[in-house]
Structures are given as structure tokens and as C-alpha cells.
């Protein structure tokens, strides 16, 4: 099993940023994908951004150049820095993770608890 652990969400004014991270455990033999995905109240989930076991980056339009994904490879972490926030960014933040379990080929998607983000004044 993978387990995914979030924190860093909160209260923050419009303009305001945040740092979110996320923490991957379990029988993992390697993390292949990791990202942030997030849903706002009666939203559907919507992907906010990935990064690959090589590095490359996905976002959504609505947060590129706002926020930045990273990762910790060593310590099987993600972060979301998000800077420039807005109220619609307003959502349950969930951390995802494509992990390869040790002793199998197989791969599982984890998702993570959520931690809140609100951006009001």
C-alpha cells in the first residue's frame, strides 16, 4: 500500500501564497508520477499540476506561472508552491502519486486525504 500525507493548506488573503507538501510512504519500490490535484464545492476533481520521475511538468492554465510543483525524489515528497492566489483557488487540495510496490511490476495510484485551501479577505 501507498500512503500519502498532505499539509501546509490554511487561510490565506487573496494575493497571498501558500506551500502545500505531501509525503509518500509505504512498500515502494519507485515513484513514477506525483502531482497536486484539487475540487472546489459541487466541482469536479481537476488536475492543478504533475511532475515525472524525470522531471518534467504539467499545469493547468489557471495556475500557470502562479504556482510551481517540485519534488524531493530522494524522500519521496511533492511540494506546490502557489503564490498569487485568488478566491477561486478555493478547493480540497489531494496529493496523487503512480507508485511501482516493491516485489511486483505492478503500479498503484494513491491519493491522498486533502488539505484545505481557502483564499477569502
Known amino acids: 500500500q501507498v500512503q500519502l500525507v498532505e499539509s501546509g493548506g490554511g487561510l490565506v488573503q487573496p494575493g497571498g501564497s501558500l506551500r502545500l507538501s505531501c509525503a509518500a510512504s509505504?512498500?515502494?519500490?519507485?515513484?513514477?508520477?506525483m502531482g497536486w490535484y484539487r475540487q472546489a464545492p459541487g466541482e469536479q476533481r481537476e488536475l492543478v499540476a504533475t511532475?515525472?520521475?524525470?522531471?518534467?511538468?504539467n499545469y493547468a492554465d489557471s495556475v500557470t506561472g502562479r504556482f510551481t510543483i517540485s519534488r524531493d525524489y530522494a524522500r519521496n515528497r511533492v511540494f506546490l508552491q502557489m503564490n498569487s492566489l485568488k478566491p477561486e483557488d478555493t478547493a480540497l487540495y489531494y496529493c496523487?502519486?503512480?507508485?511501482?510496490?516493491?516485489?511486483?511490476?505492478?503500479?498503484?495510484?494513491?491519493w491522498g486525504q486533502g488539505t484545505q485551501v481557502t483564499v477569502s479577505s
Open positions: 496523487n502519486a503512480v507508485a511501482q510496490m516493491s516485489g511486483t511490476t505492478s503500479y498503484r495510484v494513491a
Open positions: 509505504g512498500s515502494i519500490f519507485r515513484i513514477d508520477a
Open positions: 511532475v515525472n520521475s524525470g522531471g518534467s511538468t
